[in-house]
C-alpha cells in the first residue's frame, strides 16, 4: 500500500481539483481528506455516509453548583476570566487548564471533553472515503487530520488497497505536518506567482525536514509562463522533480459545477495532464 498526499504552500492553486482527479484514476484505494478546517474533497466526490463519529478534543471546566461553596478562589484564580460570578464558566474563554479544578476546595469543579467536530467514514464513486468536520473556531485540528490519516490507513489494509490518496492541508502548520508524515510521495500543487513560489518553498522545506519525497506540479502554468520558468529555475536548483505543468482550461470549472473531477468531465488539455501526472505517480510508486 502506497500513501500519496497533495498539499499547497497556499489555498487555492487547485490542490483538491488534483486530489479528487488522482481519486478517479487510481485503481483499488481509499481517499483521505485531511483538510479539516475546510474540507471540500466531498463537493467533487459526492460521498455517501455510512459511519458517523464525534470527535472529542480538549477540555473545559464544569462546575457543580450541589458541590460548590462559593468561596471564589477559582473566580480570582483564573489568569483568563473564564469563570464569571455565580460562579458559571465562559466556555469560550475556557483554556482547559484545569487550574480552577485543583484549587476548588469542595472538588466541585471537574474538567469535562469537549465535542469538536465529527469524523465520517463513507462510500463514493470510487470507493472508500474518510473525512471530517471540524466545528467552528475549534482547535486541535493537527489531531483530527492524524485520526482521518489513520482511519484511512486502517481501512486500506482491511480492504487490501492499494493505494490512500490524500488530500492534505494548504500552509505548513500542524495539520499540514500530521497530513505528510510517513507518506511514500508528497506532490506540492503551486501556481505561477510570486506568492505561489514563496508557499510551496516553506512546504517543500517541511517536507524535506520530514524526509517525504517531494515532487511539484504547477497549475495553470500557462496564464505567467515567465513566472513558470522561475518556479522550473527553482525546482532546478533545489532538485525539486517537477512532475507535471497543468494549462489553464474552463472545463476545470465546468466539471466542478457539475461536481465532478476534470478527468471524468472531458478529454481538454489539463484532463490529459493530469492523467500523464498520474502515470508517473503509479510508475515511481508501483512495488
Same mark, same amino acid.
Given at each position: ?15 483538491? @481539483? ?11 484505494? @481509499? ?182 519525497? @517531494? ?37 476545470? #470549472? ?7 473531477? #476534470? ?25
Amino acid at each position: 500500500m502506497k500513501q500519496i498526499v497533495v498539499i499547497s504552500g497556499k489555498g487555492g492553486t487547485g490542490k483538491t @481539483v488534483v486530489t479528487a482527479s488522482l481519486a478517479a484514476l487510481a485503481g483499488k484505494k @481509499v481517499m483521505a481528506d485531511c483538510d479539516v478546517d475546510a474540507a471540500d474533497l466531498h463537493i467533487l466526490l459526492s460521498p455517501e455516509i455510512k459511519e458517523r463519529h464525534t470527535f472529542k478534543s480538549g477540555k473545559t471546566a464544569v462546575i457543580d453548583m450541589s458541590k460548590c461553596a462559593r468561596c471564589g478562589l477559582c473566580l480570582s484564580s483564573c489568569r483568563f476570566e473564564a469563570i464569571k460570578p455565580g460562579p458559571s464558566v465562559d466556555a469560550v474563554s475556557c483554556e482547559g487548564c484545569a487550574f480552577c479544578s485543583f484549587i476548588c476546595p469542595a472538588e466541585a469543579i471537574t474538567m469535562e471533553e469537549n465535542d469538536t467536530g465529527e469524523w465520517y467514514i463513507s462510500e463514493t464513486r470510487f470507493g472508500p472515503m474518510v473525512h471530517a468536520k471540524l466545528g467552528i473556531a475549534e482547535e486541535n485540528s493537527g489531531k483530527l487530520v492524524s485520526l482521518v490519516r489513520n482511519k484511512a490507513k486502517e481501512l486500506a489494509e482491511e480492504m487490501g488497497l492499494d493505494w490512500v490518496i490524500i488530500d492534505g492541508s494548504p500552509g505548513i502548520g500542524c495539520p499540514v505536518i500530521a497530513s505528510i508524515s510517513g507518506v511514500d510521495t508528497a506532490l506540492v500543487v503551486t501556481e505561477p506567482t510570486m506568492s505561489g513560489l514563496h508557499d510551496a518553498d516553506r512546504v517543500i522545506k517541511v517536507t524535506r525536514y520530514f524526509n517525504v519525497p @517531494v515532487k511539484l506540479v504547477i497549475n495553470k502554468f500557462d496564464l505567467n509562463e515567465n513566472f513558470s520558468g522561475k518556479i522550473e529555475l527553482y525546482c532546478k536548483e533545489n532538485n525539486v522533480p517537477i512532475l507535471g505543468k497543468i494549462p489553464f482550461d474552463k472545463d476545470v #470549472v465546468k466539471a466542478m459545477v457539475d461536481k465532478r473531477s #476534470v478527468v471524468e468531465f472531458s478529454d481538454g488539455p489539463a484532463s490529459l495532464e493530469i492523467r500523464r501526472i498520474w502515470r508517473s505517480l503509479e510508475d515511481e510508486n508501483l512495488p
